[in-house]
């Protein structure tokens, strides 16, 4: 079980409009994924991902995200 609780995922701006990336924080929930790993989820729940080895994976992508599969996410204190 990975017992660190706290990540900065990125997400990249939209493509073509040289946009900023966005950071979310997400939060270990205390749920798994049916694989066993943890799941984390941003403050409102509707960002989700699994994170292994510093790349998150999106679970379910709220609408008006971007769909990318595979994202960076830096641990915090």
Same mark, same amino acid.
């Given at each position: 079980m990975n017992t660190l609780s706290r990540y900065a995922v990125t997400l990249p701006g939209q493509p073509g409009r040289h946009g900023p990336p966005e950071v979310i924080i997400v939060h270990a929930t205390g749920e798994t994924t049916a694989?066993?790993?943890?799941?984390?989820?941003?403050?409102?729940?509707?960002?989700?991902?699994?994170?292994?080895?510093?790349?998150?994976?999106? *679970?379910?992508?709220?609408?008006?995200?971007?769909?990318?599969?595979? *994202? *960076?996410?830096? *641990?915090?204190p």
């Open positions: 694989d066993g790993r943890p799941v984390f989820a941003d403050a409102a729940g509707t960002f989700r991902v699994e994170i292994t080895d510093g790349i998150a994976r999106p *679970l379910a992508v709220p609408a008006g995200r971007s769909r990318h599969t595979c *994202l *960076l996410a830096q *641990l915090l």
